[in-house]
């Protein structure tokens, strides 16, 4: 491989002029790139902006239906232009290797990874059986990944999502191609899983290895590229020098997505551009809507000593979660952070009582609630909403925004009573009654989230458990999502538990924070005082390993 950022070398990539329509409307508009051995570029923008779709343009998976143009498009110092889809079968994995967001969806369920990875090699190799079993584990060594001669023959379901993108990485890489395409690698993991990739996509780069990073996460980019393009509507709109960009960003796009960044905004501050006002006026009267709950009582919620196991493969028990113990305060947010399997979602359904705890117990308003029959919980069951990761899953695919919300309201009332309701909600969350038609396949991520929080504000709870609710969303939806949810906790006195495993959401979200570790509370304190001087060591590790954005000069 050349030398890393060794500018005698000719481009592993280069577009001019790249432009992507579907059925005659443009999406992607005179893009010019390019990537050299060594080096990392950046594409970061909004939701919608076309990242995903220029990037899957340029190994020719753009899509049924896409029209695609280039004045140049070079692979590895061959153009690609006109490429049949054979052509490009012989390219991919040859002169570039794709890496997705999602390893779990990405990798064949039926198939154990040491097959998957090893079938590149059939395909584009005359290695023996032996020579690829070798070389299938040194990919899986070279990305780190732990007893690669056990991992060899597991299916993706028995990896944990940090070794699956592993597996996934090293199915890329295993025919050294020159270039790597890497579609939002991190998203979905938590901060120290995080870090291992971003280590193992800085040392890929430093042996030589092009990097065409498709984010919407500048702290990520600000730690890996070399290079950002900011794409807006489809065009480049502003590239250069990461450092330099990010210090002096002169494209307003790219002035609203660092403004979005969470981590070190102070909680209450606004992350998104000015929108609607707080409240959206009644076309009759001109007036804001209030909510119908009028002054309603102050609710806790408080968690004592819970304790869960589940029964693993051998019968064996494993403790999900040990001793946890909070409050939630009216008008206040518990976050509660920790890495993938902490116990973090387990600790979300005790205190719904969807999961009954093995020790402890859950009281609402100082009286029992998890110990009580379902039936019993029923006339308070209202008090408590929850608002989930895929708002996608969790709504009837059959039904429009109108069915979802009027199935959340009180389905006895007339149904011109449930339809001035589902508006009402639908203000609330700032969308417009225009989306009552549409099914949520329809709306965007950020449109279904609202949907998501209106449906659980139906029944006018107290009290909100937020469980990953921004995740899935790229940072500038992020943000107005954040900023409603804000608005709304200041407006009905709502009580939150908010998870997380993205520490910069937390810290900005937060007025208390718990640390979950292995199912247990290892500490727990004020959001600033305890993102200023933590005192455990796991969350001092966790904060170590959180990617931030450089501080401004001077």
């Given at each position: 491989?050349s030398?890393?950022?060794?500018?005698?070398s000719?481009?592993?990539?280069?577009?001019?002029?790249?432009?992507?329509?579907?059925?005659?409307?443009?999406?992607?508009?005179?893009?010019?790139?390019?990537?050299?051995?060594?080096?990392?570029?950046?594409?970061?923008?909004?939701?919608?902006?076309?990242k995903?779709?220029?990037?899957?343009?340029?190994?020719?998976?753009?899509?049924?239906?896409?029209?695609?143009?280039?004045?140049?498009?070079e692979?590895?110092?061959?153009?690609?232009?006109?490429?049949?889809?054979?052509?490009?079968?012989?390219?991919?994995?040859?002169?570039?290797?794709?890496i997705?967001?999602?390893?779990l969806?990405?990798?064949?369920?039926?198939?154990p990874?040491?097959r998957?990875?090893?079938d590149?090699?059939?395909?584009?190799?005359?290695l023996?059986?032996?020579?690829?079993?070798?070389?299938?584990?040194?990919?899986l060594?070279?990305?780190?990944?732990?007893?690669?001669a056990?991992?060899?023959g597991?299916?993706s379901?028995?990896?944990?999502?940090?070794?699956?993108q592993?597996?996934?990485?090293?199915?890329?890489?295993?025919?050294?191609?020159?270039?790597?395409?890497?579609?939002?690698?991190?998203?979905?993991?938590?901060?120290?899983?995080q870090?291992?990739?971003?280590?193992?996509?800085?040392?890929?780069?430093?042996?030589?290895?092009?990097?065409l990073?498709?984010?919407?996460?500048?702290?990520?980019?600000?730690?890996?590229?070399?290079?950002?393009?900011?794409?807006?509507?489809?065009?480049?709109?502003?590239?250069?020098?990461?450092?330099?960009?990010?210090?002096?960003?002169?494209?307003e796009?790219?002035?609203?997505?660092?403004?979005?960044?969470?981590?070190?905004?102070?909680?209450?501050?606004?992350?998104?551009?000015?929108?609607?006002?707080t409240?959206?006026?009644?076309?009759?009267?001109?007036?804001?809507?209030?909510p119908?709950r009028?002054?309603?009582?102050?609710?806790?919620?408080?968690?004592?000593?819970?304790?869960?196991?589940?029964?693993?493969?051998?019968?064996?028990?494993?403790?999900?979660?040990?001793?946890?113990?909070?409050?939630?305060?009216?008008g206040?947010?518990?976050?509660?952070?920790?890495?993938?399997?902490s116990g973090?979602?387990?600790?979300?359904?005790?205190?719904?009582?969807?999961?009954?705890?093995?020790?402890g117990?859950?009281?609402?308003?100082?009286q029992?609630?998890?110990?009580?029959?379902?039936?019993?919980?029923?006339?308070n069951?209202?008090?408590?909403?929850?608002?989930y990761?895929?708002a996608?899953?969790?709504?009837?695919?059959r039904?429009?925004v109108?069915?979802?919300l009027?199935?959340?309201?009180?389905?006895?009332?007339?149904?011109?009573?449930?339809?001035?309701?589902?508006?009402?909600?639908?203000?609330?969350?700032?969308?417009?009654s225009?989306?009552l038609?549409?099914?949520?396949?329809?709306?965007?991520?950020?449109?279904?989230?609202?949907?998501?929080?209106?449906?659980?504000?139906?029944?006018?709870?107290?009290?909100?458990?937020?469980?990953?609710?921004?995740?899935?969303?790229?940072?500038?939806v992020?943000?107005?999502?954040?900023?409603?949810?804000?608005?709304?906790?200041?407006?009905?006195g709502?009580?939150?538990?908010?998870i997380?495993?993205?520490?910069?959401?937390?810290?900005?979200?937060?007025?208390?924070?718990?640390?979950?570790h292995?199912?247990?509370?290892?500490?727990?304190?004020?959001?600033?005082?305890?993102?200023?001087?933590?005192?455990?060591?796991?969350?001092?590790?966790?904060?170590?390993?959180?990617p931030?954005?450089?501080?401004?000069?001077?």
């Amino acid at each position: 491989m050349s030398a890393p950022g060794d500018a005698s070398s000719g481009p592993v990539l280069r577009a001019a002029d790249l432009s992507v329509s579907f059925g005659g409307r443009s999406v992607v508009r005179g893009v010019d790139l390019e990537v050299r051995p060594g080096e990392c570029l950046a594409i970061v923008g909004e939701s919608g902006s076309g990242k995903s779709v220029t990037a899957r343009s340029l190994i020719g998976l753009a899509g049924p239906g896409a029209a695609v143009t280039a004045a140049e498009l070079e692979l590895a110092g061959r153009s690609v232009v006109g490429s049949s889809e054979r052509d490009w079968r012989g390219a991919r994995g040859r002169d570039v290797g794709f890496i997705a967001q999602d390893a779990l969806v990405s990798l064949d369920p039926l198939r154990p990874i040491g097959r998957e990875i090893g079938d590149s090699l059939r395909l584009h190799t005359r290695l023996s059986p032996a020579e690829r079993r070798r070389r299938v584990l040194d990919a899986l060594a070279s990305v780190g990944l732990p007893d690669a001669a056990v991992r060899i023959g597991q299916r993706s379901g028995e990896l944990s999502g940090g070794q699956r993108q592993r597996a996934l990485i090293a199915s890329a890489i295993a025919l050294r191609p020159p270039l790597l395409l890497a579609d939002e690698p991190t998203t979905a993991l938590d901060v120290t899983v995080q870090a291992q990739v971003l280590d193992l996509l800085t040392s890929l780069k430093a042996g030589g290895m092009g990097i065409l990073l498709i984010s919407h996460d500048l702290a990520v980019v600000a730690q890996l590229a070399d290079r950002i393009a900011v794409l807006e509507d489809g065009r480049i709109v502003e590239t250069g020098p990461t450092e330099q960009l990010l210090a002096e960003p002169k494209a307003e796009g790219t002035r609203r997505l660092l403004a979005a960044v969470p981590f070190g905004r102070p909680r209450g501050t606004r992350l998104s551009p000015d929108g609607p006002p707080t409240r959206v006026a009644s076309a009759a009267s001109g007036a804001a809507r209030a909510p119908t709950r009028s002054a309603p009582s102050p609710v806790t919620l408080e968690a004592v000593g819970l304790v869960k196991h589940f029964r693993v493969a051998g019968g064996r028990r494993i403790p999900a979660v040990d001793g946890v113990s909070f409050t939630l305060e009216p008008g206040r947010t518990l976050g509660l952070v920790g890495e993938s399997g902490s116990g973090k979602s387990t600790v979300a359904r005790l205190a719904l009582a969807l999961t009954s705890p093995d020790a402890g117990e859950v009281r609402l308003n100082g009286q029992a609630w998890s110990t009580l029959s379902e039936r019993q919980r029923r006339p308070n069951r209202s008090l408590l909403g929850a608002v989930y990761q895929d708002a996608l899953s969790s709504f009837d695919p059959r039904l429009t925004v109108e069915g979802i919300l009027g199935d959340a309201l009180r389905p006895r009332e007339p149904r011109e009573r449930r339809r001035e309701e589902a508006v009402r909600l639908l203000e609330l969350v700032e969308l417009s009654s225009a989306v009552l038609g549409t099914r949520p396949v329809h709306l965007s991520g950020g449109q279904r989230q609202r949907v998501a929080i209106a449906r659980a504000l139906a029944a006018e709870p107290r009290i909100l458990i937020c469980d990953e609710p921004v995740s899935a969303l790229d940072v500038s939806v992020q943000a107005t999502v954040l900023d409603l949810l804000d608005r709304l906790q200041r407006e009905l006195g709502l009580a939150y538990l908010f998870i997380s495993h993205d520490l910069g959401v937390i810290q900005h979200v937060s007025d208390t924070v718990a640390v979950l570790h292995d199912g247990r509370i290892v500490e727990t304190g004020a959001a600033e005082a305890l993102f200023r001087n933590p005192e455990h060591p796991y969350t001092r590790r966790l904060l170590a390993a959180a990617p931030r954005l450089p501080e401004p000069a001077g």
